[in-house]
T-cell receptor, first 117, second 113 residues
């Protein structure tokens, strides 16, 4: 089974800190995604990457950046954390071609719950 | 632009009763449709999907959903709720070409004994 591992389950950071959220997948997937989950809003796409060093903005990229230096790792960066970035962050991955994607499924990590104080 | 609306942020059902979770979407092109489930403190797990072909789709854990193009709906049902079905459920839509999944706001299901 594909595993998507998020390095931290819970994080508490101070306002203004630079925060790194790490995600690693072990099945050679081309595509990786960062979502933010908030009650009543579902999941909203922050950024995604379709290849090493490639990235595209999602629906809510403001205040975030990403890094993908290796295929298996996709990092979400909060340049200067703010309290309105307190949320659950979910990473996901997906194969790049329809043949490998098969049923077009995305595999999600267990999430990182970030609290900014 | 695509959007997904899930009617009801919370649903309470009795054990053994029908579970019905509603999902409507808007999309300029025929979409692919998904239902995901999230158990407490876990990531999202795919329940079922519609891409092409048969409009009644069966998934895991006894769930099924029917794609109705005329109603732009993809409602999720299970004939008989089990205590283990207590979770949050998300409907999502994706264009056939492209990577982006757009999610609804989620519906939290409570199952009463």
């Amino acid at each position: 089974d594909v595993k998507v591992t998020q390095s931290s389950r819970y994080l508490v950071k101070r306002t203004g800190e630079k925060v790194f959220l790490e995600c690693v997948q072990d099945m050679d997937h081309e595509n990786m995604f960062w979502y933010r989950q908030d009650p009543g809003l579902g999941l909203r796409l922050i950024y995604f990457s379709y290849d090493v060093k490639m990235k595209e903005k999602g629906d809510i990229p403001e205040g975030y950046s990403v890094s993908r230096e290796k295929k298996e790792r996709f990092s979400l960066i909060l340049e200067s954390a703010s309290t309105n970035q307190t949320s659950m962050y979910l990473c996901a991955s997906r194969p790049g071609t329809s043949e490998k994607a098969g049923n077009y499924g995305y595999t999600f990590g267990s999430g990182t719950r970030l609290t900014v104080v | 632009a695509q959007s997904v609306t899930q009617l009801g942020s919370h649903v309470s059902v009795s054990e053994g009763a029908l579970v019905l979770l509603r999902c409507n979407y808007s999309s300029s092109v025929p979409p692919y449709l998904f239902w995901y489930v999230q158990y407490p403190n876990q990531g999202l797990q795919l329940l079922l999907k519609y891409t092409t072909g048969a409009t009644l789709v069966k998934g895991i854990n006894g769930f099924e959903a029917e794609f109705k193009k005329s109603e732009t709906s993809f409602h999720l049902t299970k004939p008989s709720a089990h205590m283990s079905d207590a979770a949050e459920y998300f409907c999502a839509v994706k264009r056939a070409a492209g990577n982006k999944l757009t999610f609804g706001g989620g519906t939290r299901v409570l199952v009463k004994p």
